[in-house]
């Protein structure tokens, strides 16, 4: 019932998930969490100890409430079917959600192996020439004034120290 | 008159170039950010704050609070020009600020626009200078009961005077509370909700999960909505400002009536949103014509603008008084406060006076120099909106992983602002709201440890929350305002009781 695979029709404007469902699935989930955080509250000990509340009393009875929202969310849901089948995003949509989010979860992964300008300056380059559509040239001089930007900001003038890789090593940073 | 005094004394404190020099470079980048969309007050405020760590805590913010006023502004431009609302207050701006553009008056209503948000927190300042010390005075009697009643006061009203569904609300809430007590227990020193995850040990920080919330997830929704723009040109010369500040005297019931809803609503969390639209709503309704609202009237601009500033200012005073943020942005600005190691709380007013002074003059002067700033500068801060968006956005991504990652030098928080900027679009998109979620993150530690505190005091006797008229009469009003909509209908069903029987024959 989640995902509909659309036949790649032109129209791209067709929704591929329902908010129904994608709230029913997400309602799940958070319900999962409530559970699992609940139970290690059990774990740490919910009760009265001698002095008070133990450590997990607070935590477990915020995870009774969520679990309760969750599953009286859940029933509305199964209840109230035949209303609202609005869509949550469309193909189209989803393809652009995506262009943002995959070179995110790049630069993130970038980061940890070459040091955060070394990552900024592949994503700022990469996201503006192919997703953009602007001159190669711009996009890497942008991405470089930008990222040497950055750095004189944050590790010179600012003393916060950023994830730094090889590049930076080679210079002896 | 002591405020008096000490407002002085806070705008002595603020007289140093370097201050002043803080001051200006917050404002030019808060209308930046205002501007940019898919950024705006709170991303910005919760991105910048990094930079103010290495500062000492008034200069810190001064600049911070200085951009959000520069955010408030640069949100005015992009809904006037643009039609595109930078935040959700912004929204009933543009219903007469863009008709006006359209028009050809963009700058009449862009002045309308930044004098009255001026107007509006100029109010709302005025009140939190003579407000804000009384509270906190009758506030230092609080015990740890008064606060946990305090906090419960903020939860309840979310939950019962909400717009969205109740268990939408009541997720986001209980969310944010589970999520503040990951890591290590404070009173017994145990590891909760950890899994065995050592970066977990640190717990879920504050500021990590905003800019998550609310930066990446911005980016992502302003993505999706794949925004084509095309905007007005405004040329602002001190002749349309004069001929538009001469209207004003017109519309003075209109100002004082929304500044009044602003300053009330913007004390109870979530408000600026609501006294946006009852300001516009009631100068509407209170319009000899009604129908030429919408098609671009000084007045709609006005009423919503006056609105939405007088209530964003005002949702400071609960921070500074109390340590409890009526905002979203009040909530990271207090998140900075425990950052720069101050205590947010009604002892502020006593052990660091020159910060509370400093930061109230600071509103005052941020304000003034802000509206000089937009109305001189609009041309050039309009033009920001015509870089394409494809160099922009990944720039804010890179900025938010630079502020996730300076809070606590870890690699980890920059996964899990990623993890927050998904949850964030989802729960925007499934219309959960992000407020409860947002106060729950900064109260929750804070909320437990003045529960257990009471209960430790009490024996772990629950009528503790009701053992003096202070603690009681709070308590008691946070569930009526938890119950708030059963209440109201109940009072509708009497009401529709007691209605002599005539009327229901006759309709």
Redesign the interface.
């Given at each position: 019932m989640t995902q509909q695979n659309s036949p790649p029709a032109p129209d791209d404007d067709r929704p591929i998930a329902k908010?129904r469902s994608?709230?029913f699935i997400?309602?799940l989930l958070?319900l999962a969490?409530?559970c699992?955080?609940g139970w290690?509250?059990t774990r740490?000990?919910n009760a009265?100890g001698d002095?008070?509340?133990?450590?997990?009393?607070?935590?477990f009875y915020?995870?009774v409430?969520?679990s309760a929202?969750?599953i009286?969310?859940l029933a509305?849901l199964l209840v109230n079917s035949a209303r609202s089948a609005e869509g949550?995003?469309t193909r189209?949509?989803f393809t652009?959600?995506m262009?943002?989010?995959v070179?995110?979860?790049g630069?993130?992964l970038a980061?940890?192996f070459l040091g955060?300008y070394v990552a900024?300056f592949l994503?700022?380059a990469?996201?503006?020439w192919w997703?953009?559509?602007?001159a190669l040239w711009k996009s890497v001089l942008?991405s470089f004034l930008?990222a040497a930007a950055?750095f004189l900001?944050?590790e010179i003038a600012?003393?916060?120290?950023?994830?730094k890789g090889p590049l930076e090593a080679a210079f002896g940073l | 008159m002591e405020a008096f005094e000490l407002l002085l004394q806070g705008f002595l404190t603020l007289m140093t170039v370097q201050k002043l020099a803080l001051m200006m470079v917050g404002l030019i980048l808060g209308i930046f950010v205002g501007v940019l969309p898919g950024l705006g007050g709170p991303n910005g405020v919760a991105i910048l704050l990094p930079l103010t760590f290495s500062m000492d805590p008034t200069s810190a913010i001064v600049m911070l609070s200085c951009l959000y006023w520069g955010a408030l502004f640069g949100g005015a431009i992009t809904s006037i020009l643009f039609n595109i609302p930078g935040e959700a207050w912004s929204v009933a701006t543009t219903f007469d600020g863009y008709p006006m553009a359209q028009k050809g008056q963009a700058a009449q209503a862009l002045t309308a626009a930044f004098t009255s948000s001026f107007i509006g927190s100029l109010v709302a300042v005025i009140l939190i200078t003579f407000l804000a010390p009384r509270i906190a005075d009758f506030a230092l009697r609080f015990g740890p009961p008064e606060f946990f009643a305090v906090y419960l006061l903020t939860f309840c009203s979310f939950v019962g005077l909400g717009r969205e569904e109740r268990h939408k609300i009541v997720i986001s809430l209980a969310f944010g509370l589970l999520l503040t007590g990951i890591g290590m227990d404070t009173v017994s020193g145990q590891l909760r909700m950890t899994f065995g995850f050592t970066d977990l040990l640190r717990g879920v920080n504050f500021l990590v999960a905003v800019i998550g919330l609310f930066g990446i997830s911005e980016i992502l929704v302003t993505m999706e909505e794949s925004l084509a723009l095309r905007g007005h040109v405004a040329h602002i010369n001190p002749k349309v400002v004069w001929e538009t500040w001469k209207t004003f005297p017109r519309h003075w019931i209109t100002i004082i009536r929304s500044a009044f809803i602003g300053c009330w609503l913007g004390i109870t969390p979530g408000g600026a949103i609501a006294a946006s639209f009852m300001g516009y709503n009631l100068a509407k309704r209170f319009a000899r014509d009604k129908e030429s609202f919408g098609k671009g009237r000084v007045d709609g601009v006005l009423a919503p603008e006056t609105a939405a500033h007088a209530a964003g200012t005002a949702a400071l005073l609960p921070m500074l008084a109390l340590g409890i943020p009526g905002s979203g942005t009040a909530a990271i600005l207090l998140g900075g406060l425990l950052v720069w190691g101050l205590n947010p709380g009604p002892l502020l007013f006593v052990e660091h006076k020159e910060f509370v002074w400093g930061t109230i003059a600071s509103m005052y002067l941020g304000n003034i120099v802000g509206l000089v700033l937009v109305l001189s500068t609009v041309p050039l801060f309009a033009a920001v909106l015509r870089v394409p968006f494809a160099a922009i956005a990944p720039m804010i991504v890179v900025s938010c992983a630079i502020g996730a990652y300076a809070i606590q030098n870890a690699m980890f928080d920059i996964w899990l602002m990623l993890g927050f900027g998904v949850l964030g679009y989802v729960f925007k998109k499934l219309d959960y709201p992000l407020a409860p979620l947002t106060l729950a993150l900064v109260l929750g530690s804070r909320t437990e440890d003045a529960f257990r505190l009471s209960m430790i005091g009490a024996g772990g006797d629950l009528r503790v929350f009701w053992s003096n008229g202070l603690v009681g009469t709070i308590t008691t009003l946070a569930l009526a305002l938890l119950f708030w909509p059963l209440i109201g209908r109940a009072f509708e069903g009497a009401a529709k009781l007691l209605r002599p029987p005539t009327k229901q024959l006759g309709s």
């Open positions: 908010s994608v709230d997400v309602l958070l969490l409530a699992l955080f290690d509250s740490v000990g009265w002095d008070g509340p133990q450590a997990g009393y607070f935590p915020l995870s409430l969520m929202a969750c009286f969310g509305r949550f995003i189209h949509q652009r959600v262009q943002v989010f070179p995110t979860l630069f993130v980061t940890e955060l900024s994503l700022v990469g996201f503006m997703i953009g559509g602007i942008t930008f950055m900001t944050f600012f003393n916060v120290i950023m994830p | -």
